[in-house]
């Protein structure tokens, strides 16, 4: 991978406990071989911004960089800017860890090892709870079932065979993510289904790595009910545009290859 500028991006909102246990986990050989990690927190009510900060300060870590967005841009905001951000950096891989400690930092090595070989039309490669027992790492039952519910769904809607849609641990390669319009997309938590959406239509590889499942004191500020009914709009609104019936226009994407 050295001849990969990779980017480890690092989403946070209230995640003053948490963040130093998650930046701890990740791996020094991880630490030292990439570009840069950046923390972005989305306007946290607590002191997120100023633990990241002296975090750096005490670490003396110089690949990592703090900001903090003063409006909160919301869930998928924070990822259109993250992505534009190291896009105009020239950064080939991106790797989203959230900041919450409910991914695994030790797995990054599994989810840029795929860009390791020549494929360059991979598009992203998420870490998959469902490929594991999700419950007995703590998800909620309630969850467990919404999510086999919405993955069932949107499998066979958009005709792909993925375990799950919903982790929020990805990696995803920045020249493919240029000709795609994830602009377009949802600032909310759907952003992450919508997203697919768009790479599944370019053309593009979407690869699963099992990841350990996890479940915190850490606070969820997903909305389960609206989560769910906006992701089966996301798939609505596709079948739409996939029959010409209206045009939608995050979904007007020709393939790339």
Not at 9 to 18: D, S
Request: with cysteine; charged share 25%.
């Amino acid at each position: 991978m050295v001849d990969k500028k990779i980017a480890i991006f690092i989403p946070t909102y209230n995640a003053a406990k948490t963040l130093p246990i998650v930046l701890d986990r990740i791996p020094t050989k991880i630490k030292n071989q990439v570009k840069e990690i950046f923390v972005a927190d989305d306007q946290s009510r607590d002191n997120t911004y100023l633990v990241g900060v002296g975090y750096k300060q005490r670490k003396s870590l110089s690949n990592l960089t703090i900001f903090h967005h003063k409006k909160n841009k919301g869930y998928g905001g924070n990822q259109k800017w993250a992505y534009q951000y190291c896009i105009k950096k020239g950064y080939d891989i991106v790797v989203m860890l959230h900041g919450d400690a409910q991914y695994a930092p030790e797995k990054i090595p599994d989810l840029i090892k795929p860009f390791t070989t020549n494929n360059d039309n991979i598009g992203m490669v998420f870490g998959s709870r469902m490929k594991g027992d999700p419950l007995k790492g703590g998800m909620p039952l309630y969850k467990y079932i919404g999510n086999k519910f919405l993955t069932f769904v949107e499998n066979l809607v958009l005709g792909l065979d993925l375990s799950e849609y919903h982790s929020g641990y990805r990696a995803y390669n920045c020249k493919n993510l240029n000709k795609i319009p994830f602009d377009r997309c949802s600032d909310d938590f759907h952003f992450d289904t919508e997203i697919i959406v768009q790479i599944k239509l370019a053309g593009f590889d979407i690869l699963e790595t099992p990841i350990p499942t996890y479940y915190g004191e850490e606070k969820c500020h997903v909305n389960v009910i609206s989560y769910g009914l906006n992701v089966l709009k996301a798939m609505y609104d596709y079948l739409l545009h996939k029959y010409g019936i209206k045009k939608v226009k995050k979904y007007d994407i020709q393939k790339v290859i």
